[in-house]
């Protein structure tokens, strides 16, 4: 069972540093911040079609970088 706690929990790092990396390199992007995007869309279920173009592109940027580095 711990085994699992920890795979979670590195899994867990290794999100938050790829979607970190993203608002870095897209701080100087017109839009919101990648991360806030991606937590809008998962957590709160928010409706994206709406969106600007400029945070359209940045979710692509964050959702990209979740899928590499998950495998999908």
């Given at each position: 069972?711990?085994?699992?706690?920890?795979?979670v929990k590195?899994?867990?790092?290794?999100?938050?540093?790829?979607?970190?990396?993203?608002?870095r390199?897209?701080?100087?992007?017109?839009?919101?911040?990648?991360?806030l995007?991606?937590?809008?869309?998962?957590c709160?279920?928010?409706?994206a079609?709406?969106?600007?173009?400029?945070?359209?592109?940045?979710?692509?940027?964050?959702?990209?970088?979740?899928?590499r580095?998950?495998?999908?």
């Amino acid at each position: 069972m711990l085994e699992v706690i920890e795979k979670v929990k590195r899994r867990f790092g290794d999100a938050t540093s790829v979607l970190d990396a993203c608002d870095r390199e897209q701080r100087m992007s017109a839009g919101k911040r990648p991360t806030l995007l991606v937590y809008q869309v998962i957590c709160t279920d928010q409706e994206a079609m709406s969106w600007s173009e400029e945070d359209l592109g940045n979710l692509r940027v964050a959702l990209n970088a979740l899928v590499r580095l998950f495998r999908l």
